[in-house]
């Protein structure tokens, strides 16, 4: 079974820092992309960032605006959004996701919180 499980969300102030990471299982990791997703509450979800199986390439939304970093560790199966520079709009749960056979996978999601 497939299950991604997301860590490291928090309350934190503007300008502050965070480091999400995805601990996945039950699929051949380092063969899939991997993503993160963002939804805001009444927003909809929204992409985040992309990493490539081999962290050959990477694709970010314009709205971080070079403030997150998205990497990957085949080792140990996990996933990290570094988050810099945090706004207030960047509050939202945060969602690691994948396309294994077809199919969409979600993890439960994480908290982050930006406020003053």
């Known amino acids: 079974q497939v299950q991604l499980v997301e860590s490291g969300g928090g309350l934190v102030q503007p300008g502050e820092s965070l480091r999400l990471s995805c601990a996945a299982s039950?699929?051949?990791?380092?063969?899939?992309?991997m993503n993160w997703y963002r939804q805001a509450p009444g927003m909809e979800r929204e992409h985040v960032a992309t990493?490539?199986?081999?962290?050959?390439?990477?694709n970010y939304a314009d709205f971080v605006k070079g403030r997150f970093t998205i990497s990957r560790d085949n080792v140990k199966n996990t996933v990290y959004l570094q988050m810099n520079s945090l706004k207030s709009e960047d509050t939202a749960v945060y969602y690691c996701?994948?396309?294994?056979?077809?199919?969409?996978?979600w993890g439960q999601g994480t908290q982050v919180t930006v406020s003053s």
């Open positions: 990493i490539s199986e081999t962290a050959d390439w990477t």
């Open positions: 039950g699929f051949a990791f380092s063969h899939n992309a």
């Open positions: 996701n994948v396309w294994v056979r077809s199919r969409d996978y």
